[in-house]
């Protein structure tokens, strides 16, 4: 079945440690995004990509980092310079931007 | 300032009964989204709208663009239903997507 597929689904991480976040899409989407989703809040855009090997920032882009080296990938990167990580990430895909959005079902990431 | 506002913010229902979402928005928009997010906090879309009705199985959503609001309605609720409900719209100048902070629904059998 077509659909996004995101890991780890839980995740732990010491401060001061990188993490990458995987999302892997078979829909054959050109537009991937990765939202970030805490707690009495809208869901944030942190980066997205319309078209391999070229991304933009979102509204949160610090302390973070993607890649786009392939149609079906889009790794997120938390870094160390994120100062608060702990939250809920949602990667997600669409035929082009700003169309019909298709969802993970995330990764929960905390900090210890 | 929040481009989408929702209410309520938490819902209690007795199995079977009628229920209304709201949703008001204040940019200009291209299109309109309800999301589905179920505790397991995998999102689906459940309609994707720029004008009028859309009806699926027990959900109808509805529209008006003049007045920048939107309703999801869910008839004879079940206990199926409990999830977070989210309005998301697409601004029609950048193709920016807004969300609301999310509606939680909670269906008593």
């Known amino acids: 079945d077509g659909g996004i597929t995101q890991s780890p689904k839980y995740l732990f991480r010491k401060e001061g440690q990188n993490v990458t976040l995987s999302c892997e899409q078979n829909?054959?989407?050109?537009?991937m995004y990765w939202y970030r989703q805490d707690p009495g809040q809208g869901l944030r855009l942190i980066y997205y990509?319309?078209?391999?090997?070229?991304?933009q920032k979102g509204d949160i882009a610090e302390g973070y980092s993607v890649s786009r080296e392939k149609k079906e990938s889009f790794p997120l990167t938390v870094t160390s310079a994120q100062k608060n990580p702990t939250a809920f990430y949602l990667c997600?895909?669409?035929?082009?931007?700003?169309?019909?959005?298709?969802f993970g079902e995330g990764s929960r990431l905390t900090v210890l | 300032k929040n481009e989408v506002e929702q209410s309520p913010q938490n819902l209690t229902a007795q199995e079977g009964e009628f229920i209304t979402i709201n949703c008001s928005y204040s940019?200009?928009?291209?299109?309109l989204h309800w999301l589905q997010q179920h505790p397991g906090g995998g999102i689906v879309s459940l309609f994707m709208l720029s004008s009028g009705k859309k009806k699926h199985g027990r959900l109808i959503a509805t529209i008006n663009i003049q007045e920048k609001h939107s309703s999801l309605h869910i008839t004879a609720s079940h206990p199926r239903d409990s999830a977070v409900y989210i309005c998301?719209?697409?601004?029609?100048?950048?193709?920016?997507?807004?969300f609301g902070t999310g509606t939680s629904l909670t269906v008593i059998p």
């Open positions: 998301a719209v697409r601004e029609n100048t950048g193709n920016q997507f807004y």
């Open positions: 997600a895909s669409s035929i082009g931007r700003g169309r019909e959005l298709f």
């Open positions: 829909l054959n989407h050109d537009a």
């Open positions: 940019v200009g928009i291209s299109a």
């Open positions: 990509s319309q078209i391999v090997n070229d991304f």
